[in-house]
């Protein structure tokens, strides 16, 4: 019996403090996701959380300065106004009218400054059912 | 040929339901007819399975843009080689691909035990067809990639028509790695399979023994492999394709391929428990369990669109199906356990904490922990969602903080636990084996700390490093030196003769070596640097030790893209050292573009350099490079792991030591006796 208590106490020890640190790396890192509508009614403590926002890069909203770009998320019918202000470049798929993940904070006048963004992955971007992308296929449907 | 496949997948579907109905009624009335019916259509089912990929691969080669799959994932020019990948670029592909591949293994399953192991093989069958049945009903009735463009003819009936060309391939998956890496980490998942259906089946027919684990073993390393490959060379094309420096960002799909690899790693230990001590039954079971529900997972993951991620497709409904089938996987298991869990009861118990039994047990302690961790990190947004209302997620803080320690103390006990003896290791063996290893990763400690690595889980780890390449030194040069002692041989003959006597131990030691090279590539990354800068043609750049010296551009027209490239002259000790070419790609077909990165690795480090695109101001281009200390031993790592699997899956040269009493054969005999008549016997180590 006392051997089984010696493993159950190596055990505990492992499990706890793996359990701290991984609580340790909760506090760090949580997130929290909103949708663009939602931001507008966060209060207090809650607007200092991290925060992670989903919308679309409204068409032609997208402005290049040194060490920022300014960009409109659209979503649910309301806009947000972006600062991306993170240092890797933007990836090749955030263009207008493209799907966008953006993680940040709120700034107080109600603007969202991101540090980083995420555009839909084309890799598995699904195309519309038979490409109705392309001009000229307007009427194609699948079967 | 489309019609011709979806009728196959169709006619696969039926033999499938036969196997497992059949195979049912096989069990109960024991008929000879119905077992050899049941298994003959569960091999129909991999032959239709064939003969619906091959006519999917067809369509594309044939370039038939009337198939609306076709049409979203090729075109014309696409190169050949990308051809094969677009089968699995999409939805309805990459699941056909998963029942491919499983076809695949059924087959040589079915084939290979057609005569034997009679008391069991029903039952695998049975477990094999159910989950054919679930994928097929997928590719049959929910995401068919056999679907094909129409639009209402003249008289309002809906017409076949044919479009020009189709959308291309996404430029991030027109990239080798893209072309290898999807069917080694699907040979993974699905290769979990098998050992799942011995396992649940041995279970099930209350199969006498140990012997399910025995005939899976090779399955579940052929598995594990693939897995460990996959994920690492997913891995290298993240890094060599997304820019970002970077090879694992604990993305959902990334973490979602870890989690059947860390129990598969657990379950490959914990047998041996079960193999020489009858220990850990039930744990053994549960492991196999829920390594396959974990490989289902991540199937779902990566196809519903769950967590976001990169990786995800759009939201799909297929999540339904998939978390359907899991929860069925999940009470038919349940169900087996509480109706046989006599038949697991365990024959011994831990003599003591220092012992091998006592290691694979924290072995898997720490793996399982790091399991739940990844998993409860990467489904924390929708727990947290369920729970509190507000969807949370967490990101790789979280779990560096956790599997950093894991990663070590792994990394320790792989150094440790072989060399410990089963029940009890006397503090005397202590000292013998693990004397010198202990001063020789203490030294090295000293070393790499007066050459600046003060970074303190990278120089743990480097220590650990050492410490475990000693002791696995140790075990090769001892028992080279008997051999060699015996039979007069070079040093390295005997070392190779050694390995084949026992090729499970000594493989499973070049495994453990391979583990280790990529710890030392890991240990690098607390060390990464980056600078990002405009670049003028002529203007210069220096990173550590190098300096880059933009001379100029140019662009080419190829036959899918266009390629603008920098040309970098690469600089070091005031000496030129190569050229180097990022280039940024633009595909005309569907408009998106793609980077690819340039790199010159060395041992020491990788020097890393993108083309990160114009700066918005002034137009002027932009070079991202990077220095990444290590990380090519990571890759050189992968390779070792993927020997030592290899190693461990060929048969033991002659047995062990029993030889010893057997007449010597005559020389006109040899030939003959070396291979066949010697009881192959393996090792257990």
Redesign the interface.
């Given at each position: 019996m006392q051997?089984?208590a010696?493993?159950g106490i190596?055990?505990g020890i492992?499990?706890v403090?793996?359990g701290f640190?991984?609580w340790?790396?909760?506090g760090?890192?949580?997130?929290?996701?909103?949708t663009i509508a939602e931001l507008q009614t966060l209060h207090g403590k809650e607007r200092a959380h991290r925060i992670?926002v989903?919308g679309t890069v409204e068409r032609g909203t997208i402005?290049?300065?040194?060490g920022r770009?300014d960009f409109v998320l659209d979503g649910e019918g309301k806009q947000l106004p972006v600062t991306y202000v993170g240092?890797?470049?933007?990836p090749?798929?955030f263009v207008d009218k493209s799907q966008a993940?953006v993680e940040g904070s709120l700034a107080t006048n109600g603007s969202f400054v991101a540090e980083h963004v995420?555009a839909?992955?084309?890799?598995?971007?699904?195309?519309a059912?038979?490409?109705d992308?392309?001009p000229g296929?307007a009427?194609?449907?699948?079967? | 040929m489309d019609v011709f496949g979806s009728f196959a997948l169709l006619l696969a579907f039926l033999c499938a339901a036969y196997a497992f109905v059949g195979g049912i009624a096989a069990i109960v009335t024991r008929h000879p007819l119905l077992i050899k019916s049941a298994r003959q259509a569960g091999i129909a089912t991999c032959g239709l399975i064939f003969v619906a990929t091959g006519s999917l691969v067809y369509l594309f080669f044939s370039d038939s843009y009337w198939v609306s799959y076709v049409v979203a994932h090729s075109n014309r020019d696409l190169a050949t080689f990308y051809k094969i990948a677009a089968l699995w670029s999409g939805q309805e592909g990459s699941l056909l691909f998963w029942s491919f591949l499983l076809a695949v293994y059924v087959f040589s399953v079915l084939l290979v035990y057609r005569n034997k192991n009679g008391e069991l093989m029903p039952y695998v069958g049975v477990v094999l067809a159910g989950v054919q049945i679930f994928f097929l009903t997928l590719n049959n009735f929910v995401a068919s990639p056999f679907k094909v463009l129409a639009s209402p003819g003249a008289n309002g009936a809906l017409e076949v028509f044919t479009r020009a060309d189709g959308n291309g391939l996404t430029p991030l998956l027109q990239y080798p790695e893209m072309v290898i890496h999807p069917p080694n980490l699907y040979s993974g998942y699905t290769g979990f399979t098998i050992p799942f259906a011995f396992a649940l089946g041995a279970l099930l027919a209350r199969y006498p023994g140990e012997k399910w684990i025995h005939l899976t073993r090779k399955w579940t390393m052929i598995a594990w492999c693939f897995q460990t490959m996959g994920i690492l060379l997913g891995a290298h094309w993240a890094y060599a394709v997304l820019g970002w420096g970077g090879y694992w960002g604990w993305d959902p799909v990334e973490n979602a391929s870890l989690l059947p690899w860390l129990t598969g790693t657990a379950f490959l230990h914990s047998v041996m428990m079960q193999e020489k001590r009858g220990m850990m039954k039930v744990w053994n079971v549960w492991l196999v369990f829920t390594t396959f529900m974990l490989c289902i997972l991540g199937t779902l993951l990566t196809r519903s669109g769950v967590v976001s991620s990169v990786h995800a497709f759009a939201q799909s409904s297929i999540g339904n199906y998939f978390v359907g089938f899991l929860l069925l996987v999940f009470a038919v298991c349940f169900v087996a356990y509480v109706k046989n869990r006599d038949y697991l009861k365990s024959e011994n118990q831990l003599d003591s904490m220092v012992s091998r039994e006592s290691s694979f047990l924290f072995n898997n302690l720490i793996l399982l922990v790091s399991c739940i961790a990844v998993l409860s990190g990467t489904l924390f947004p929708v727990f947290s969602e369920w729970f509190s209302g507000s969807r949370i997620s967490v990101g790789a803080p979280f779990f560096n903080k956790v599997n950093i320690p894991i990663g070590l103390l792994l990394l320790f006990l792989t150094g440790v636990g072989p060399l410990l003896a089963w029940r009890k290791t006397s503090t005397e063996s202590l000292k013998r084996n693990f004397g010198g290893p202990l001063i020789a990763g203490v030294l090295a400690g000293v070393v790499v700390f007066a050459l600046g690595v003060h970074e303190f889980f990278s120089l743990v780890c480097l220590i650990l490093c050492v410490f475990v390449t000693t002791t696995i030194g140790m075990e090769f040069f001892r028992g080279a030196r008997v051999i060699r002692s015996r039979s007069g041989a070079s040093f390295l003959a005997s070392t190779v003769d050694l390995t084949m006597r026992n090729t499970r131990r000594y493989g499973g030691y070049i495994v453990h070596m391979g583990m280790v090279l990529i710890f030392v590539g890991l240990a690098g990354a607390a060390f990464n640097r980056d600078v990002q800068k405009d670049m003028q043609p002529g203007s210069t750049l220096q990173i550590g030790g190098y300096k880059l010296l933009l001379q100029g551009f140019d662009s080419k027209a190829e036959k899918n893209y266009t390629s603008e490239r920098m040309i970098v002259e690469v600089w070091r000790d005031n000496k030129p050292l190569m050229m180097l070419y990022p280039e940024r790609r633009f595909f005309q077909t569907n408009e998106q573009s793609g980077t690819m990165v340039a790199i010159y690795s060395t041992l020491r480090e990788d020097l890393y350099v993108v083309y990160a695109g114009q700066d918005p101001e002034t137009q002027t281009p932009v070079i991202h490079a990077f220095l990444n200390p290590l990380v090519k031993w990571i890759w050189l790592g992968g390779l070792v792991v993927v020997l030592g699997t290899l190693v461990t899956l060929m048969p033991n040269r002659r047995a062990v030591l029993v030889l010893a009493a057997a007449p010597e054969p005559t020389s006109a005999q040899q030939p003959q006796a070396l291979a066949p008549s010697v009881a192959l016997r393996e090792g257990h180590d």
């Open positions: 051997k089984q010696k493993f190596g055990i492992i499990v403090s793996l640190l991984a340790l790396g909760y760090e890192s949580k997130t929290y996701y909103h992670r989903g402005k290049r300065f040194t770009v240092t890797e470049p933007l090749d798929t993940l995420q839909k992955c084309a890799s598995k971007y699904e195309a059912p038979g490409g992308a392309k296929s009427k194609a449907s699948t079967m | -």
